[in-house]
């Protein structure tokens, strides 16, 4: 069976720690409960400074809070990393491209780095 993680999960931490919607939002700075209910449902992605408030409150990492989301945006990246490593395969080798290509299999998660 695979655990599919959820897109967010705000309303989890925000129910460990007791507080409301209205609470969390005063704690964001001028939110209201229903924008950090959004957040908590996905409908609505907060904005970077947010997210960091969130993680701030909580303890968490924002990765962790979004954990779902985290890994289909790693899962977008890594995509797209193999398609400039193919693309940078076709270059000429010069040391300065080769350091790219190993770089870009650490994130595709390719082992042993670039060959020539």
């Not at 005063?26 to 904005?47: D, K, N, Y």
């Not at 993680?55 to 193999?82: H, N, P, Q, S």
């Amino acid at each position: 069976m695979t655990i599919v993680p959820l897109t967010t999960y705000l309303k989890m931490y925000r129910k460990r720690t007791g507080l409301t919607h209205e609470e969390v939002a005063f704690l964001l700075g001028s939110m209201s409960g229903t924008s950090v209910s959004r957040h908590e449902l996905a409908q609505r992605l907060p904005i970077l400074k947010t997210a960091l408030r969130y993680e701030a409150i909580f303890g968490a990492a924002v990765r962790d809070l979004y954990e779902g989301l985290f890994l289909e945006t790693k899962e977008m990246v890594r995509v797209r990393a193999r398609g400039l490593c193919a693309s940078l395969e076709r270059r000429k080798k010069t040391p300065y491209v080769m350091r790219k290509i190993a770089y870009l299999r650490t994130i595709i998660g390719e082992e042993g780095g670039a060959t020539e």
